[in-house]
């Protein structure tokens, strides 16, 4: 079958994997490279890489709907297009494009968690379980009709970043499963429930900034949902530090944003219990262990850390 694809990120990677290896004729449509890490040097998307490994032809447009890109999609006569994690809302003329429509391997169980964040939304808000929904696109945000979900259980400490790669390999399966049934009109997709629906918005870096009024056990849930990305800080002496792994005790207290020692890790006061900070990281600096960034930072015990959004903008990380 001839497809065109859309995806860029790693949670893209395993559903073109999965076409792929099918034997899908693939056109993959990705963003343009990005300068990335420390050097600033341009990286090519995931997808990207992996179409080039197969020989598949490649479209990265600044904008989706320019129309050349929209003449090449249309020339390659696609069934169907399949996005995964591409970003952007698909405009009439792309949605009514192929006689299949375009679907969507989103990663929740709509109408949970629409929008561009659901796996962080889904952990930070303490949902036991998520999974994936294969959706008919419409002009909408994530609110078309969804063919098929597949659920699963949320680790106790799995972080945002685990938990996406989980869920990209559910989708692939799931897509690979219902896709042939869809072809053949075997399943019909089914209105979600709009009065059920949560929305789970874009993120950015600022979001990370750690609230030391909100309870610990929050604060918890934050630094694993946004593990690796966005990251969870907070700000010392001027300079940002990354907390990438931490611990709630509930059963203590300290004034929110006090800094304390319990059992020689680092912990920080919060609304509700204390906040235990088992890995941190500095900026340009390796992540290490709450009790050897004690051993460095004498002062830190004691300090009485910012709380308010006003201080995110201090310093560069």
């Known amino acids: 079958m001839r497809l065109v694809f859309m995806g860029s990120p790693d949670f893209s990677l395993p559903c073109l994997e999965a076409l792929v290896a099918a034997g899908h004729q693939v056109l993959v449509v990705t963003r343009p490279d990005r300068p ?8 090519s998307p995931a997808v990207k890489e992996h179409a080039a490994r197969h020989g598949l032809p490649v479209l990265q447009p600044v904008r989706l709907h320019e129309p050349e890109t929209l003449v090449k999609i249309r020339e390659w006569e696609p069934q169907v297009v399949i996005v995964a994690a591409f970003g952007s809302i698909l405009r009439e003329e792309l949605l009514s494009l192929p006689p299949l429509g375009c679907l969507n391997v989103h990663a929740s169980l709509l109408p949970r968690w629409r929008g561009a964040a659901p796996v962080q939304a889904a952990i930070l808000h303490g949902d036991s379980k998520t ?16 063919f098929a979900q597949r659920e699963l259980d949320i680790l106790p400490e799995e972080t945002g970043g685990q938990l996406s790669g989980r869920l990209a390999q559910l989708g692939a399966g799931l897509l690979l499963d219902v896709l042939p049934r869809i072809v053949e009109g075997e399943i019909l997709p089914e209105p979600q429930d709009a009065v059920r629906a949560t929305h789970a918005p874009v993120l950015s870096k600022s979001d ?34 990354l907390v990438r792994r931490a611990r709630a005790v509930d ?7 006090k800094v304390t020692v319990l059992d020689g890790v680092p912990a920080v006061g919060a609304g509700e219990g204390l906040l235990l900070l088992e890995v941190v990281q500095l900026a340009g600096r390796a992540a290490m262990e709450g009790r050897a960034f004690l051993s460095g930072a004498r002062d830190f015990v004691g300090a009485q850390l910012e709380a308010t959004r006003e201080a995110e903008e201090l310093p560069p990380r």
């Open 36 to 43: 990335a890490g420390r050097g600033r040097k341009s990286r």
């Open 131 to 146: 999974g994936v929904s294969i959706m008919k696109m419409d002009a909408g945000l994530d609110t078309g009709p969804v």
């Open 208 to 241: 990370g900034f750690l609230l030391w009024s909100k309870p610990s056990l929050h604060l918890a849930r934050q630094i694993r949902a946004y593990e690796p990305w966005p990251g969870s800080y907070f700000v010392w002496n001027e300079q940002r530090v």
């Open 251 to 257: 059963a203590m207290s300290s004034e929110p944003g």
